[in-house]
């Protein structure tokens, strides 16, 4: 909070309680950064289950044993899965049946995804799809899509797996609005969170740690900021909004809107690495060295947090905004990931991603600094 400085949202808690307490529960990337805090938050509301799901098992452990410090009056699970095991979602949804859903799991650093782009299609399109499908199928109410700014006009293989996924639930979510049956399907669009795994205040502070110099890769280079609990704070707050028809709901939601984080103003990385040095009672440039190391793969200056095309309303609720990205029809869409899931899954990593730039055309890819 220190290094964004700016005041939190204010919440409506209530609200928040009424959707979770007494339900069954799902978080799906549970030992992640924001996976994990909204399995911290969801426990504090008193659902009647919580059940942890994650496929790396010392994150899975580590969450699991502070929500049984933590909150050891909550029925808890902790599941090792993959959400890419079609079987496997399908049989554990069906034995816990699950009243709603966060689905945080996802492959989300973008060099990393760069280096292995079959892999983030298969966990960020293919495995959302599996999870919406087999939750849907057990008769969940409601699941809520964690997205990123990077599905704008991505430039990076995750951000336009994160598209993919998105166009796919706003698409279920339609329908399901269109009929007045079946599981909302709420998505939630936001930027970089401080701390994250992966993220730049962890690194800075390992920097500073070896007395620096802190790297940054572009003195212009522009993210927008937010602490995890103001933001799986508002993903709830979010979730209240959308889970049920409201004479306050953004009518857009209908036309499958999502909704997307006010994150106030970009924060300059470079400025962001001063404040850390000045923080840690150091002069930056004097005392600790800033050096900037180029673009990396997949990388932009800034983010956007709407596409062009798709202008964003505000809500009644601070902190909340909604977009209507364009979307298609479900089964249409459903059998454009499995297409290329099954050009991911057989190692074609030329045909997947040009299956991807047709699917998304606003995807400008530069593999290797080459346009496609």
Known sequence: EDLLDRPQVPLDREGMARLVQGKRVLVTGAGGTIGGELARQVAALGPASLTLLDHGEYVLYEIDLELRERHPGVPRRAVLADVRDSARMGRLM?????????????????????????????????????????????????MVFISTDKAVNPTSVMGASKRLAEMYCQALDRGARTSGTGMRLVTVRFGNVLGSTGSVVPLFRRQLERGGPLTVTH????????????????????????????????????????????????????????????????????????????????????????????????????????????????????????????????????GALARLNALVPEFEHELNGQAP
């Open 94 to 142: 069906a034995e816990i049946r699950p009243e709603l859903v966060f689905h945080a799991a996802a492959l989300k650093h973008v060099p990393m995804v760069e280096n292995d782009p079959l892999e983030g299609l298969l966990t960020n399109a293919l495995g959302t799809r599996i999870v919406a499908d087999a939750a849907r199928a057990a008769g969940c109410s409601l």
């Open 219 to 350: 003195p212009d280079m522009r993210r927008y900021f937010m602490t995890v609990r103001e933001a799986v704070g508002l993903v709830l707050q979010a979730s209240v909004v959308g889970a049920t028809d409201r004479q306050d709901q953004p009518p857009e939601l209908r036309e499958g809107g999502i909704f997307v984080l006010d994150m106030g103003d970009p924060v300059k990385i470079v400025d962001l690495a001063r404040r850390m040095i000045r923080l840690a009672g150091l002069r930056p440039e004097e005392d600790v060295e800033i050096r900037f190391t180029g673009l990396r793969p997949g990388e932009k200056l800034f983010e956007e947090l709407f596409h062009g095309q798709e202008p964003p309303s505000p809500t009644n609720f601070p902190g909340l905004l909604v977009a209507v990205p364009r979307t298609t029809d479900a089964g249409e869409m459903g059998r454009a990931i499995d297409g290329v899931a099954a050009l991911a899954a057989a190692g074609d990593r030329k």
